[in-house]
């Protein structure tokens, strides 16, 4: 059995106020098991001014994360927000890793994780993945990676994301150390409990109408029914200049071949040939349907991925990643998926909110047994129990 712990602050300018503030939030040591694991959502900010590093060097155990421009533990939600919630075991155990991500990711990846999975005899039930949001490799390219060495371990987790324009201070998390070009994963070992929920677009908001993939290179989008992309694209109504707008303008719906499951693709943008860079693989001979979001549509999904848990009724933990797209939605009113929908539901249970670059959730095949998916848009629950 696990049980868990949150805590968060604000004081970003005092290392000691700081360290304080969680301590106390996380009744540490008191409230401890035999093993222990933090997960760590925060503002960038906190790595600068060493409050990041003060409050993992005060902690003793391994805690994991990422940057954020949202996240909320413990009734706290903001933007520069510290957040952190523990998970704690006598019959389960946790270990953690830091793997770079580099131009030879496709060697060097599979075979790290592989290693820290050799290091127990048993393999992991579950495996959080914190992924690095940078323009070399994809999140999904380093989820196929990772999955490899997994071998059927479920995989959930998300991308770091931060406040800056060109996203240069989103970076991973391990023990105090940040990383701008590496993925951190954490291995639950033992009698660990978990369910997953997964909602990203409202199926009436995806056109009807669908083509399929003829060219692609990765997350490239190259070809559309054989057509140039952009050329296809204006001819459902899509102008280049809306394009360029990129990241949560426009959603695209894929199902690859051989699937049941539907996956929600951003466009972040057209490289200088007029092809469409997207947030995750384009397979070729996925169909590809066009949908959109409304703040509405936010709401009405976050409600959904809560709804077979009964929060306030059960023990446990919640983890659950929401994609930027949605913060950006919401507009005026960013705090509402959380405030109006995670916090209300959970009442006084501990809970870590992130909002998300990319989504890391499996979902079932054709025989039921779980795939790791990469996805956009997309809200993702892990409950911990």
Not at 117 to 126: D, H, I, Q, R
Not at 356 to 382: Q, R, T, W
Request: glycine share 8%.
């Amino acid at each position: 059995m696990i049980k868990a712990f949150s805590a968060a602050t604000r004081e970003i300018d005092d290392s000691a106020a700081a360290v304080a503030e969680i301590m106390a939030g996380l009744g540490v040591p008191g409230n401890l098991l035999k093993h222990s694991l933090g997960i760590i959502s925060c503002f960038s900010e906190f790595d600068d001014t060493e409050v990041l590093k003060e409050i993992c060097n005060a902690l003793p155990f391994d805690c994991i994360g990422v940057t954020s421009i949202m996240s909320a533990a413990a009734a706290e939600i903001d933007q520069i927000v510290f957040a952190v919630t523990v998970l704690t075991s006598d019959d389960c155990f946790f270990k953690t890793k830091h793997i770079p991500v580099t131009e030879n990711y496709k060697n060097e990846i599979a075979p790290a994780a592989a290693a820290l999975l050799a290091e127990e005899t048993e393999a992991p039930k579950l495996i959080l993945g914190f992924f690095p949001l940078i323009n070399t490799v994809g999140g999904d390219l380093i989820l196929d990676e990772v999955s490899k060495a997994a071998a059927g371990v479920p995989i959930f987790g998300t991308v770091a994301i931060d406040h800056t324009m060109d996203y240069s201070t989103s970076k991973t998390i391990q023990n105090g150390e940040t990383y701008r070009e590496g993925v951190v994963l954490g291995a639950l070992y033992g009698d660990v409990k978990f369910a997953f929920e997964m909602a990203s677009l409202d199926e009436e908001k995806v056109r009807r109408q669908k083509a399929v993939i003829t060219g692609a290179q990765g997350n490239i989008l190259t070809e559309v029914n054989g057509k140039p992309v952009l050329e296809y694209f204006e001819e459902i109504g899509l102008e280049k200049k809306t394009l360029e707008l990129g990241l949560a303008i426009t959603p695209l719906v894929i199902q690859p071949p051989d699937t049941v499951n539907s996956i929600a693709r951003a466009v972040y943008g057209l490289t200088p040939g007029g092809d469409a860079v997207c947030g995750g693989s384009m397979p070729v001979g996925a169909s590809v349907a066009i949908g959109r979001m409304d703040k509405g549509d936010v709401l009405v999904t976050t409600e959904k991925v809560l709804a077979p848990f009964a929060l306030s009724e059960q023990g446990g933990v919640v983890l659950c990643f929401s994609c930027m797209s949605r913060y950006l939605a919401l507009g005026d009113n960013s705090e509402a998926e959380t405030v109006s929908v995670l916090c209300k539901n959970a009442d006084d249970k501990p809970y870590l909110f992130t909002c998300s670059a990319g989504e890391i959730c499996p979902l079932p095949g054709e025989d039921g047994k779980l795939i790791n998916y990469f996805h956009n848009f997309s809200v993702v629950l892990c409950w911990i129990g």
